[in-house]
């Protein structure tokens, strides 16, 4: 079964610093990869998506990530915090095919000004 | 983009009583959703697939006669939280992918928190 682990429940940043985010995965097949942003009692909201192009894949408000299947990582950055990254941060990982999404814990961003 | 909604948003019941919780697709048809459960400072946990028109399918370790799934129409899945008790208390989320979108994107619900006193 597909499984992600994301490190470090709690991650600081000042406003302006890189954000980053590490996401590893296990799948048997290849996978499809999602990192999603949660405000605090609200569903979940794409922020972008590896379905098996381009390898840098770019998102919405500024976040990237790059899927590297030599070390089964699909980790998040952003060049610049800014104080409304403040959220829930979820990797998630489905089959190919398969829309059945396994979540990691999540990692809770915290901007510092 | 598509659009997924949630009934009610927040509930609070007694130790004992049914709630149900509605989940539906706007302006598309889902044959399939999924619900989630969501602990405080937690992750999100698969607990089943509904299907429209035959039986959901339960992830392990989720009560079936327990968390009801009803997925009657395409656009409509409801789960009832059948004699629901505090351990019961969490917050729910809907997913429903999109067959317009590229690659079926999923879409969620803005969730429903379930208080049980």
């Known amino acids: 079964a597909q499984s992600v682990t994301q490190l470090g429940s709690h991650v600081s940043v000042s406003e302006g610093a890189l954000v980053l985010l590490r996401c590893n995965y296990s799948?048997?097949?290849?996978?499809?990869l999602f990192w999603y942003v949660q405000y605090p009692n609200q569903g979940l909201q794409l922020l972008l998506k590896y379905t098996s192009a381009a390898t840098l894949v770019k998102g919405i408000n500024g976040f990237e990530a790059e899927f590297k299947k030599s070390e089964t990582s699909f980790h998040l950055t952003k060049p610049s915090a800014h104080m409304s990254d403040a959220a829930e941060y979820f990797c998630?990982?489905?089959?190919?095919?398969?829309?059945?999404?396994?979540f990691g814990k999540g990692n809770q961003v915290v901007v510092i000004p | 983009g598509a659009v997924v909604s949630q009934h009610p948003s927040w509930v609070i019941c007694k130790s004992g009583t049914s709630v149900k919780i509605e989940c539906r697709s706007l302006d598309f048809q889902a044959t399939t959703m999924f619900w989630y459960r969501q602990f405080p400072k937690q992750s999100l946990m698969l607990m089943a697939t509904s299907n429209e028109g035959s039986k959901a399918t339960y992830e392990q370790g989720v009560e079936k006669d327990k968390f009801l799934i009803n997925h009657a129409s395409l656009t409509l899945s409801t789960l009832t939280v059948t004699s629901a008790h505090p351990e019961d208390s969490s917050f729910y989320i809907c997913?429903?992918?999109?067959?317009?979108?590229?690659?079926?994107?999923?879409?969620f619900g803005p969730g429903t928190r379930l208080t049980v006193l």
């Open positions: 997913s429903a992918p999109y067959s317009g979108s590229k690659n079926n994107e999923q879409f």
């Open positions: 799948s048997s097949v290849p996978p499809y």
């Open positions: 998630a990982v489905s089959d190919y095919g398969n829309n059945r999404l396994a």
